[in-house]
């Protein structure tokens, strides 16, 4: 049980680090919180786990624990508590639907690359998940693949960071 206090008061901590300020507090809380709620419902969860598909139990959990982060995060990256209470509340108000353009894609080429980019993404993660190496799947020993991915590689970092320096620790 001590163990469970001990990592709750660290992300508390942790909280505490990247500035005394409301929000990041409770980014601490919610994410000690998060940590002692796998530990304690942990039986629960595998018990109802088992009696349902599995694929069901993985996309459920990834899309589950992708909305808590990007919850917590709002509290990371809004400047006060009073700013990321104003966004949370106001993120579904005016809400228009269209059906060719949604209003959250600036620029059609940034939606593209990102679109191809996260298909990359998935596709790895489902190599990995199956226990194969990537590595065979693509032929890094001919020269021209590995270094045409290289530069492909370098010309995103440098078209998506479009100059901004974007570390956030940098701040801190």
């Known amino acids: 049980m001590a163990a469970v206090y001990s990592v709750f008061i660290t992300f508390l901590i942790i909280g505490i680090w990247h500035g005394p300020r409301w929000n990041f507090i409770i980014l ?3 994410q000690g919180i998060a940590i002692n709620y796998e530990f304690f ?11 349902l598909p599995e694929k069901l139990v993985v996309v459920t959990s990834r899309i589950l624990t992708y909305l808590f982060f990007s919850f917590s995060l709002v509290f990371f990256f809004a400047p006060t508590f009073s700013d990321a209470s104003y966004f949370l509340k106001n993120m579904f108000s005016n809400l228009q639907f269209r059906s060719s353009y949604l209003g959250i894609i600036p620029d059609f080429r940034d939606f593209t690359v990102t679109i191809i980019a996260f298909l990359v993404l998935l596709w790895i993660e489902a190599v990995q998940e199956k226990g194969e190496n990537l590595r065979e799947k693509i032929p890094v020993n001919k020269r021209w693949i590995r270094w045409s991915v290289y530069y492909v590689m370098i010309i995103l970092i440098l078209y998506l960071s479009k100059g901004e320096n974007t570390f956030i620790y940098e701040q801190f």
């Open 28 to 30: 601490g809380l919610l």
């Open 41 to 51: 419902t942990k039986k629960q969860r595998l018990s109802i786990a088992r009696k």
